[in-house]
């Protein structure tokens, strides 16, 4: 299946199949086999360390998400336009921690179902975003999101921090779908080379003919369906297409350590410092709020999913930038 009006050399990943530019059908099937969306045929570990990672469809049922998407709407309707013009790029970097109405996303009994099928031995919640992108909005930055490369273990095959994107809406290469790099969190590739991906002008897209917002030949658009889920490792290399309509694209992203007790003490103090909002993400206000100043009913719903502060340790240095040596070629 090719999306109509998809001129461009993109690999398209569907539920179990995908489409290749430039091969037959019986090609393509022969590459959705060693993609991360056919299911079925290997445990999901596995699939999430050799390809980074998985599209999990259904997991959330359509009420659920006219909910989730009600709420998204309410919660730009308050975000200014300066706001969101300095992160224009992503159409919107609100922190899920100053909306506490998302907790039953966050501590979904479904999600974290899906989170220990794809083998996640002790889930810590550390953060969250809205972004959303609107209508005619650009596309976003090619990066990655890992901030740990300076510990040896980050470079081994199981990551320390994954996503869980989830779409609420339909998505497609016209309304900004994800793109990624398959097995870019294991390899160097051309893109872990570009400008600092997470920079003030990146984000703002001041300059659009920067190659960090163009396609790239190695990139697979990954469409889904409200519901779905996408479970990704924060090494990564992703970002979205433009939003060539005239409608939102509202995504929510969860940040979570699914390995936290088996994580280097200094990672673990590093994690918990960007869980209080100690990253390199400006926060709008002078003492942003956390997870732990939510309302305690709330704060309750997530509490099991909270990363313990170890205290006492030094934290590892905030480095986003992989020692490329030390990723396989």
Known sequence: MRPKG????????????????GTDAAQARLYAVG???????????GELEDCGF????????????????LRAHATLFRESGDARDAVKSNGSLIHLADNPEYADVIASPA??????????TDPRFTGGFLISKPGGGPPLFWH?????????????????QWFAMIYLTDTSIENGCLRLIPGSHRRDHP???????????????????NPAYADHPDQVAVPVRAGDVLIGDARLIHGAFANRTGEERPLL???????WSSMPPEMRALAYKGFMRGD??????????????????????????????????????????????????
């Not at 998985?54 to 998407?69: C, E, T, W």
């Not at 999600?111 to 996640?120: H, I, M, N, Q, S």
């Not at 872990?192 to 003919?209: V, Y």
């Not at 992203?253 to 390995?259: A, D, E, I, S, Y």
Request: charged share 20%.
């Open 253 to 259: 992203t969860l940040w979570f350590m699914p390995h």
């Open 280 to 329: 390199d993400i400006p926060a709008s206000a002078a003492h942003p709020r956390t997870f732990l100043d939510w309302p305690e009913p709330l704060k309750q719903r997530i509490a099991q999913l909270l990363p313990p502060d170890d205290g006492g340790v030094p934290p590892l240095r905030w480095n986003r930038i992989p020692d490329f040596a030390r990723l396989q070629a």
């Open 35 to 45: 993609m991360a969306t056919l299911l079925r045929t290997a445990p999901l570990a």
């Open 191 to 209: 893109l872990h080379h570009l400008d600092t991906a997470h920079s003030e002008g990146m984000q703002a897209f001041k300059d659009p003919s």
């Open 54 to 69: 998985i599209r999990l469809p259904g997991v959330f049922d359509a009420k659920f998400m006219d909910s989730l998407l």
């Open 111 to 120: 999600l974290l179902e899906r989170l220990r099928l794809c083998g996640a």
């Open 6 to 21: 998809n001129h461009h050399n993109f690999r398209i990943v569907y539920d179990n199949s995908a489409t290749v530019g």
């Open 144 to 160: 990655q999101d890992w901030w740990g490369w300076d510990d040896d273990s980050a470079y081994q095959p199981r990551g320390h």
